[in-house]
């Protein structure tokens, strides 16, 4: 079956070092999506990626950068971790829009990130 | 002291009650409404989803309304069941565009 997977489930940190999330889809989808989500605050989109090659700033980017050099992945990065960035975040992926056929996003288990 | 805004709005009922789950939108130009349940510790899942042009659209126990004159979406699940018990997202999507943007969500809770 289908999934989509991130890793690690679970993450402590240091202020000012890099992380990586990874995160993992075998669906096939051509979009992927990175969240956070806090309470208070629901989920916001951080990047996007549209293909391979393809990426964009979603409404929290600032401290964050990912890349798409394949279908099935997209790696988040934090570049210097801060404690607000302490999050539990989550991936996503969805097929190519036609209409309502990328409304359903597909998302995965979530990390949980914590920057101390 | 805690905030109020930390808080997240909870809907509590009986099992085989009817449950509404209210949400605002402020984007006028949005042409999807959809409707995410997330249950405690995992990714939110798709629910159910309406267009813009429609009114009402019915799925299995659940029914999404979308009155556009005054931007309120609801979800009516019926005869709720404990496994109803998570948090419900309401998202929007514009037009030629595959990003959501997401409400901040309502638990509902169920007891037996």
């Known amino acids: 079956d289908a999934e989509i997977t991130q890793s690690p489930r679970h993450k402590i940190t240091e202020t000012g070092r890099q992380v990586t999330l990874a995160c993992h889809q075998t669906?096939?989808?051509?979009?992927m999506f990175w969240y956070r989500q806090d309470l208070g605050h629901g989920l916001r989109l951080i990047h996007y990626?549209?293909?391979?090659?393809?990426?964009n700033k979603g409404e929290v980017s600032d401290g964050y950068s990912v890349s798409r050099s394949n279908t099935e992945d997209l790696p988040l990065t934090l570049e210097s971790a801060a404690s607000s960035q302490t999050s539990v975040y989550f991936c996503?992926?969805?097929?190519?829009?036609?209409?309502?056929?990328?409304?359903?996003?597909?998302f995965g288990p979530g990390t949980r990130l914590t920057v101390l | 002291g805690e905030s109020v805004g930390l808080h997240l709005p909870t809907l509590s009922v009986q099992e085989g009650d009817n449950s509404i789950i209210n949400c605002a939108y402020s984007n006028s130009a949005s042409d999807y409404f959809i409707w995410y349940k997330q249950e405690s510790g995992k990714g939110p899942q798709f629910i159910i989803d309406?267009?813009?042009?429609?009114d009402k659209r019915q799925g299995q126990r659940v029914t999404v309304l979308l009155n556009k004159t005054v931007k309120h979406l609801s979800l009516q699940i019926a005869a709720t069941q404990p496994g109803d018990s998570a948090v419900y997202f309401c998202?929007?999507?514009?037009?030629?565009?595959?990003?959501?943007?997401f409400g901040k969500g309502t638990m509902l809770l169920v007891s037996p």
């Open positions: 309406i267009r813009s042009n429609m």
């Open positions: 990626s549209y293909g391979v090659h393809d990426t």
């Open positions: 996503a992926s969805s097929d190519v829009g036609r209409g309502a056929s990328d409304n359903e996003q597909f």
């Open positions: 669906w096939n989808h051509n979009n």
């Open positions: 998202a929007d999507k514009d037009s030629g565009y595959s990003t959501l943007t």
